[in-house]
């Protein structure tokens, strides 16, 4: 059983000096609660050492505290590169500099989360797959954003492995909520993203 936690990436981590936030605190709150209640055989996460940087992964702190294993998922950025993954940003730069008539921002962020969500996510969610591939069947607690909750439910199901959310929106604010909600306009009225505008269909 995979049971999934959809968060804002930014409560995820925290610093030496830093008391936990109130995202932050909900996080750990939730990660307690769900160790106690499942059992997981592995904590996971989407995130990576490289992102980390300097800071702490509170899923890392907390399996260890526990005694549990912890992996990071997701892959770091020269990973990224061979598997051809573009994020939402990067995606932006292109929109804006192959456009024939520069749209507006909310249009270009739109259609960036789009083709983000349509044609990497499922790339992304495969590799965390791959991470934890020999413990599929298994318990695992795993905390993603809150974007992939659906697609990932999804992807797992598929692969026959039973999935329950255990908690979502932790740390979500009013930006990303607009955020996603562009995205998912947008993929709305243009079921395939990369294709709709001249010069931008190699995204």
């Given amino acids: 059983m995979f049971y999934l936690i959809g968060v804002a990436h930014r409560v995820q ?9 109130d995202g932050q605190a909900e996080l750990a709150e939730v990660i307690r609660k769900s160790i106690v209640r ?12 490289e992102a980390l940087g300097e800071s702490h992964s ?7 505290e526990y005694k549990l294993e912890h992996r990071f998922c997701d892959p770091p950025m020269e990973e990224r590169r061979k598997m051809g993954y573009k994020g939402r940003d990067q995606l932006e730069i292109e929109i804006f500099t192959h456009s024939w008539d520069v749209p507006p921002q909310d249009v270009i962020c739109g259609r960036a989360g789009a083709i983000e969500m349509v044609t990497y ?33 999804q992807l797992l199901k598929s ?13 979500v604010n009013a930006e990303d909520d607009r955020l996603m909600t ?3 306009n947008y993929l709305a009225a243009h079921p395939d993203p990369a294709q709709d505008e001249p010069g931008v269909g190699n995204l």
């Fill in 13 to 21: 981590k925290f610093d030496d000096s830093e008391t936990l936030n």
């Fill in 38 to 49: 499942f059992s997981p055989r592995v904590i996971a996460e989407e995130h990576s050492c």
């Fill in 58 to 64: 509170i899923a890392r702190w907390l399996a260890g």
């Fill in 121 to 153: 996510f499922p790339m992304r969610e495969r590799y965390w797959l791959q991470c934890l591939s020999e413990v599929l069947a298994q318990d695992v607690l795993f905390i993603c954003g809150q974007a992939h909750i659906e697609s990932l439910s």
């Fill in 159 to 171: 692969e026959e492995v039973d999935v329950t959310v255990v908690a979502e929106r932790i740390g």
């Fill in 182 to 184: 562009l995205a998912r």
